[in-house]
Nanobody
Framework: QVQLVESGGGSVQAGGSLRLSCAASGYDYTTSCMAWFRQAPGNEREGVAVIYPRAGSTFYADSVKGRFTVSQDNAKNTLYLQMNSLRPEDTAMYYC???????????????WGQGTQVTVSS
């Protein structure tokens, strides 16, 4: 079993930055990817960024490429999402997930965190 706890959300003006953290505990030998998803009210949950921990490979949704960076600190078992140049359309609940890597830089989640709210005002 894996437990994921996000932190770092908040309110920021457009153009600002936030860094989300996801502390992981427990172990599942089948885990081959970690990811950040987000869901805005009335929208489906969408993948934002994926990392394959063993290879360090990263993948991003087109909407965040060049603005968001996903990284990991293996010593702390923590996943990060650095978000720069934030826009009002980035407003959403952000979720950390871990699961199985799929073809094309996708991640099929097995475990989810509880989410952290990000609100960007114009």
């Amino acid at each position: 079993q894996v437990q994921l706890v996000e932190s770092g959300g908040g309110s920021v003006q457009a153009g600002g930055s936030l860094r989300l953290s996801c502390a992981a505990s427990g172990y599942d030998y089948t885990t081959s990817c970690m990811a950040w998803f987000r869901q805005a009210p009335g929208n489906e949950r969408e993948g934002v960024a994926v990392i394959y921990p063993r290879a360090g490979s990263t993948f991003y949704a087109d909407s965040v490429k060049g603005r968001f960076t996903v990284s990991q600190d293996n010593a702390k078992n923590t996943l990060y999402l650095q978000m720069n140049s934030l826009r009002p359309e980035d407003t959403a609940m952000y979720y950390c997930a871990s699961g199985r890597a799929l073809y094309g830089g996708r991640c099929s989640p097995t475990y989810w965190g509880q989410g952290t709210q990000v609100t960007v005002s114009s």
